[in-house]
């Protein structure tokens, strides 16, 4: 029986996510494409990542940025062809990189041929292939958004996003009425074997896996997700028979419910799923901060955030999905506005990728959150972005014109590049030893050098307490055992460890050396203010 219910090559993944419109531009229209990242493989192969998920890259009209796919087994043109693809796929493999598509299970584009005969007012086959109700004068439906009035066909239909991203029929889990068809019904039938056809044809062609978009929201009126949960457990059962190495991960933020249930591999911190998440880096101080004992996260220089609000969230689905699956802490992702370094200086930034890549799951990082990205506020939104627009501007590379992303005049980018004169790029980090992308790679060097560090390494919190610094944890396996401690704020922190904590002399492997002293029968912890150390014990 294998150990762990994941592939092995998961445990020292760490992921990489790339938004592919704004990584590289091959070809110089100002858009970032398949063959830039394939250009860039180089660089991403020396962070020491050995995932990459890459945002939809499927043909789309791109009203919402391709999470509105027309054909889902073609590459957009503005990326390139299915063959780019397979080279991307093909080279990154040879280099022990594994490339992971984006999924959009739940909706596509109104533009999509499925949607636009299931729009036609006689039956055809695609006539139950999305949610549909049964008049065009309905305007409402409880806990559902509708939109009325767009088709001949005389009904309306449901949409999961944006308007223009009608709901693929999965069914509903109780119908009440008798446009809601059940699971089983004929159309919902069809859509999932529609599905299957979809991940089998990227799978075939070399990708490993799919990071599945809004994955929760398949069936309908499915408070308990049972229904949705049994569908992805049928695709997991799929995937172990025939897709062994392939991982899903979900867009769905309560792995209690998408690992422990519906049987994916992996599921996300995600800010508005868990708030646990969100008190760590993610909390923003209003005007009452001071007297608002949760205004503040714990990675905070003025030490006012507290762990265990973090903790108590995270150990609840921890202990609900170990040894069934990962829990993905991410450094940000295409959605999420600030970017993790929002006026934090480097030594923050170190400590928080000290912490992020220590911890058990698959750690991911956002494209350019290695060097320190900052988002641009106040862009213009671009292809349904919104706020979200300033978190996905062009990767920095260098000093060159766009930051070297793209030899298009800078007006016809995709998005503009941050224009501020100290933006960090790669090319000036590369070579200063202590940059924060330096700091990057060894930690995640040191990482995969430990199997005490690996994803499925056992996680122990040592010392986590209300209003106190640091906060400590152990990690171990295969009878290598690892000390964490991190102290966010300016001021030091000390702690007494009890004298079990260590069974030997602690070798410093990261960060603040001569951290751990004997005193009494135990250890004495002392950390400098910002900063972290790990040790093995
Ligand atoms: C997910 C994506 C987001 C997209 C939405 C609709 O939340 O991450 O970017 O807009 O789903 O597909
Ligand atoms: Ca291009």
Not at 36 to 51: F, T
Not at 511 to 531: D, F, I, N, T, Y
């Amino acid at each position: 029986m294998k150990k762990n219910a994941t592939p092995a090559w998961l445990e020292d993944a760490v992921f990489y996510e790339i938004y592919p419109q704004s990584f590289y531009d091959s070809n110089g229209d100002g858009i970032g494409d398949l063959l830039g990242i394939l250009q860039k493989l180089d660089y991403i192969q020396s962070l020491g990542v050995n995932a990459l998920w890459l945002n939809p890259c499927f043909e789309s009209p791109f009203q919402d940025a391709g999470y509105d796919v027309s054909d889902y087994y073609k590459i957009a043109p503005r990326y390139g062809t299915n063959e780019d693809a397979k080279r991307l796929f093909d080279e990154a493999r040879r280099r022990g990189i594994r490339v992971l598509l984006d999924l959009v299970p739940g909706h596509t584009s109104i533009e999509h041929a499925w949607f636009k005969a299931s729009c036609l007012p006689g039956r055809n086959e695609y006539t139950d292939w999305f949610v549909w109700t049964d008049s065009g004068w309905k305007w409402e439906v409880p806990g559902m958004r509708v939109v009325s009035g767009y088709a001949d066909r005389d009904g309306s239909y449901i949409t999961n996003f944006f308007y223009f991203q009608p709901a693929l029929n999965y069914g509903f889990a109780h119908p009440e009425e008798a446009w809601q068809q059940p699971v089983d019904a004929p159309g919902p039938q069809r859509v999932r074997q529609e599905l299957r056809n979809i991940m089998k044809f990227w799978l075939d062609l070399g990708c490993s896996g799919f990071r599945v978009d809004m994955a929760g929201s398949l069936v309908k009126k499915d408070w308990r997700s049972r229904e949705t949960a049994a569908l992805w457990r049928e695709m997991r059962a799929w995937f172990d028979k025939e897709y062994p190495d392939a991982v899903l991960i979900s867009e769905w933020g309560y792995p209690t419910t998408s690992i422990g249930e519906a049987g994916f591999h992996m599921d996300f911190t995600l800010p508005f799923a868990m708030p646990g998440y969100t008190s760590l880096l993610r909390k923003d101080s209003g005007p009452d901060a001071a007297r608002d004992p949760y205004a503040f996260p714990f990675f905070d220089r003025g030490g006012r955030g507290n762990i265990l609000e973090f903790l108590d969230d995270y150990l609840f689905h921890y202990r609900n999905t170990v040894g069934k699956g990962l829990i993905c802490l991410i450094t940000g992702n295409h959605d999420i506005n600030p970017r993790l370094n929002r006026g934090r200086t480097p030594a923050e930034l170190e400590l928080i990728y000290l912490f992020f890549l220590t911890m058990p799951g698959a750690p991911f990082i956002y494209y350019g959150d290695e060097i320190g990205m900052r988002t641009l506020n106040g862009l213009p939104s671009k292809e349904g972005g919104f706020n979200r627009t300033g978190s996905r501007t062009p990767m920095q590379w260098s000093q060159d014109p766009n930051a070297g992303f793209s030899s298009a005049p800078a007006e016809e980018l995709y998005l503009p590049v941050d224009p501020a004169a100290d933006r960090p790029t790669v090319a000036a980090e590369e070579s200063d030893p202590a940059s924060l992308l330096n700091r990057v790679r060894a930690l995640i060097a040191l990482r995969k050098q430990h199997p005490a560090l690996c994803a499925t390494g056992e996680f122990e919190v040592v010392y986590a307490e209300s209003g106190r610094l640091p906060f400590v944890f152990k990690r171990s396996q295969d009878g290598e055992s690892i000390l964490v401690a991190v102290n966010p704020a300016e001021r030091p922190a000390e702690v007494l460890l009890p004298a079990g904590t260590l069974s030997g002399t602690p070798q410093t492997l990261y960060g603040v050396v001569g951290a751990l002293a004997r005193q009494g029968e135990g250890w004495k912890l002392v950390l400098p203010g910002v900063s972290g150390g790990v040790y093995s014990i």
